[in-house]
């Protein structure tokens, strides 16, 4: 096994509560890894963490051996090939699907309006090709018919196609993938999963997903990681983890 992301003995306070505390764990590349844990975990902490939003309080980050935290911005982190999904913002409701995707590179470098508007001539060059490369992702997404739709009148399972569509218009090699069920109605999250198995396969995009309904993470993750009170109690395959008296444990606990 070969891992991607490894987090050694990171901890993280806020004031008096530990929300990550001394936890190690590691990503395998090329894996959809699914962190679980109920809720105040520190599973988004843990996000935040590897992206550069908080300090870590202790411990150190890697992404390929090389060490990526403390020490480095979200900024940065994208740009070494982290992207972490947001839900589509009121801000982007507001544009259409086409749009949503063309911005995607620049919001996640967090490139300014000025930045844009000295680099116009190259923005230019590159429209064209990132509107064909936009075409191809919405083709991949079943979503073509929907380019000119504003992003705020889609159903949650197109949003949430969306989501993947801004992740691929920038190529990342992991992405922290937040909640790829919530907001989507039953009978269109097989679409999402598929969608999200193909990229993992197809482009080798390695996946890690928190997510709190257990079916979604059940036939999407292998392994499951699950994180209690800060570290990880355990982690496995579906099957292991559901097993496991601790994890029932832990979230009856709640
Ligand atoms: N910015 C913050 N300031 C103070 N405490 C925080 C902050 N962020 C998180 N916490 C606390 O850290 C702990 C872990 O929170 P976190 O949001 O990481 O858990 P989670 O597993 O993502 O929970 P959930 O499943 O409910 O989203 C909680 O006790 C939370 O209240």
Redo the contacts with the bound molecule.
Sequence with gaps: MSSILELKNVS?N??G????DNCSLEVEEGSITGLI????????????LITGF?PLTSGEIYLRGEKIQPGNSPNDIFRKGIYRSFQITRELSKITVLENLLIAPHDQAGETLWNNWINNKKVEQEEEELVEKALEILEFLDMRDKCDEYAGNLPGGDRKLLELGRMMMVEPELVLLDEPGAGVPPGKQRKVNERIIELNEEQNITFLV?E?DMAVIMNLCHPIMV?VN?SLLTEGSPEEVQNDERVVKAYLGE
């Design positions: 993280k806020f004031g509560i530990q929300a990550v844990g109920p809720n105040g975990a520190g599973k988004t902490t843990i996000f935040n908080h928190v709190h994180l800060g």
